[in-house]
């Protein structure tokens, strides 16, 4: 079924990809597929089992996106490919190297259980990573037992266009799946239907078996490849959320600030709300990409304050604007 299905993509992907080339991030809310995982060093993190977690994983993989794409308009390419292409080349002179992306890969075991504790976030970032993330390099394979609709939304069929089912007990859950009967005919055992964008019909394959002691052989290769000095991994994720939080009610305690001001620069945002001049130079960027401050005038002048007033005093739409989602 699913669970062999993602063992044998995984121990395949562990065959031919080293941990500079190729990196993992697992979620297993039933905690008894992937952890056998944890420690081949491909691994961001260890397996999530918490739903908390999940939810800051795939916000890290977001912002991950959009850093890389950043990096990509730096040095004008479009994709990942080009990009570490140029990464062989010898930088110019007063250019900085360009340091190689590893492809990473999400794997979701078993979609049902995040779709019923918080389905509309996690519709949401897994759609935005499924369109936007691939030329950035980073995949998603996500499977279920439960091709229900509310679980496989229409949004969600949508931005995944291959798609694999095995054997299901009813044409409505191959349509689910696949907008097709058929699946409801399978033999079990591998037996499967695929189904590709660069393919007009379904295709029928047999997958194939890889056993545990294989698994734990791969495993044990690349954990023997780990220094044992090295110190343990901490998910780039931890406290992603929390601190996200904490970004945006500063973002409210600036607006309070700068309410009844017409300029006002990154020391005096230092000042006022007590915080390092890093975190307030960063700060004063979130301002200013949300419409609140103007660019650096320059020549000690600071920025403009571009906060608009009703007849009431009120903050018009910049504010409304700033506290919108950051996704």
């Given at each position: 079924?699913?669970?062999?299905c993602?063992?044998?993509?995984?121990?395949?992907?562990?065959?031919?990809?080293?941990?500079?080339?190729?990196r993992?991030v697992?979620?297993?809310?039933?905690?008894?597929?992937?952890?056998?995982?944890?420690?081949?060093?491909?691994?961001?993190?260890?397996?999530?089992?918490?739903?908390?977690?999940?939810?800051?994983?795939?916000?890290?993989?977001?912002?991950?996106?959009?850093?890389?794409?950043?990096?990509?308009?730096?040095?004008?390419?479009?994709?990942?490919e080009?990009?570490?292409?140029?990464?062989?080349?010898?930088?110019?002179?007063?250019?900085?190297?360009?340091t190689?992306?590893?492809?990473?890969?999400?794997?979701?075991?078993?979609?049902?259980?995040?779709?019923?504790?918080?389905?509309?976030?996690?519709?949401?970032?897994?759609?935005?990573?499924?369109?936007?993330?691939?030329?950035?390099?980073?995949?998603?394979?996500?499977?279920?037992?439960?091709?229900?609709?509310?679980?496989?939304?229409?949004?969600?069929?949508?931005?995944?266009?291959?798609?694999?089912?095995?054997?299901?007990?009813?044409?409505?859950?191959?349509?689910?799946?696949?907008?097709?009967?058929?699946?409801?005919?399978?033999?079990?055992?591998?037996?499967?239907?695929?189904?590709?964008?660069?393919?007009?019909?379904?295709?029928?394959?047999?997958?194939?078996?890889?056993?545990?002691?294989?698994?734990?052989?791969?495993?044990?290769?690349?954990?023997?490849?780990?220094?044992?000095?090295?110190?343990?991994?901490?998910?780039p994720?931890?406290?992603?959320?929390?601190?996200?939080?904490d970004?945006?009610?500063?973002?409210?305690?600036?607006?309070?600030?700068?309410?009844?001001?017409?300029?006002?620069?990154?020391?005096?945002?230092?000042?006022?709300?007590?915080?390092?001049?890093?975190?307030?130079?960063?700060?004063?960027?979130?301002?200013?990409?949300?419409?609140?401050?103007?660019?650096?005038?320059?020549g000690?002048?600071?920025?403009?304050?571009?906060?608009?007033?009703?007849?009431?005093?009120?903050?018009?739409?910049?504010?409304?604007?700033?506290?919108?989602?950051?996704?």
């Amino acid at each position: 079924g699913k669970s062999v299905c993602i063992n044998t993509i995984i121990t395949g992907l562990l065959m031919r990809y080293g941990p500079e080339s190729l990196r993992f991030v697992m979620v297993d809310p039933k905690m008894v597929e992937l952890p056998g995982y944890n420690s081949v060093p491909h691994m961001i993190g260890k397996v999530i089992t918490e739903m908390d977690q999940v939810m800051g994983a795939l916000t890290w993989l977001l912002l991950e996106m959009d850093d890389r794409y950043q990096s990509f308009k730096a040095v004008g390419v479009r994709n990942v490919e080009t990009y570490n292409a140029l990464a062989g080349k010898k930088p110019k002179k007063g250019e900085e190297p360009i340091t190689p992306l590893p492809y990473i890969v999400l794997v979701i075991d078993e979609l049902a259980d995040l779709m019923m504790t918080a389905a509309d976030d996690i519709e949401r970032q897994l759609c935005r990573l499924a369109q936007m993330a691939r030329a950035t390099g980073i995949h998603l394979i996500i499977a279920t037992q439960r091709p229900s609709t509310d679980v496989v939304t229409g949004l969600i069929k949508a931005n995944f266009p291959t798609r694999i089912a095995f054997s299901v007990t009813s044409q409505i859950d191959s349509r689910v799946i696949l907008d097709a009967v058929g699946a409801e005919r399978l033999l079990g055992r591998g037996d499967m239907l695929l189904m590709r964008p660069d393919v007009a019909k379904l295709q029928r394959v047999q997958g194939c078996l890889v056993t545990d002691p294989e698994i734990n052989a791969v495993v044990a290769f690349w954990k023997a490849q780990v220094p044992a000095d090295r110190p343990p991994v901490v998910a780039p994720w931890t406290g992603l959320l929390d601190q996200m939080d904490d970004e945006d009610g500063l973002i409210q305690d600036a607006i309070a600030v700068l309410r009844d001001l017409e300029s006002c620069s990154t020391s005096m945002l230092q000042r006022k709300l007590k915080i390092g001049y890093p975190k307030a130079a960063r700060l004063m960027e979130d301002l200013e990409k949300k419409g609140i401050v103007g660019p650096d005038m320059g020549g000690g002048q600071g920025r403009e304050v571009l906060l608009a007033k009703d007849e009431d005093g009120e903050d018009g739409d910049e504010e409304s604007e700033a506290e919108s989602e950051l996704f």
